[in-house]
């Protein structure tokens, strides 16, 4: 709140600098090395930017189990290892 006329409202900026990624979608997926790799694509990322990432490294991103659940209910073979 301003004090003095000449004063103007403070402008609320967010904090993009510790905003996590927010996953929209797992593309496909392969394996390398006995590990599981997720070909993702980020919230407002074109789809030539995707990027192959291992489960591990989901935690990176915001709130990412409900997509991941879901892309293992079309791939269930992923979660016996095959």
């Given at each position: ?8 409202d403070?402008i609320?900026v967010p ?6 990624p927010v996953l929209q979608?797992?593309i496909?997926?392969r394996?390398?090395?006995n590990?599981?790799?997720y070909?993702?694509?980020?919230q ?7 990027t192959w ?5 989901m935690?990176t991103?915001l709130d ?5 659940a ?11 290892g095959?």
């Open positions: 709140m301003p004090k003095f006329p000449s004063q103007l403070p609320i904090n993009l600098v510790n905003a996590l979608s797992i496909d997926h394996s390398l090395c590990k599981t790799l070909l993702i694509l980020l407002n990322q074109n789809p030539e930017d995707a990432i291992t489960y591990d490294h935690s991103l990412p189990l409900s997509i991941v879901s892309y293992h209910r079309d791939f269930p073979s992923l979660l016996r095959g």
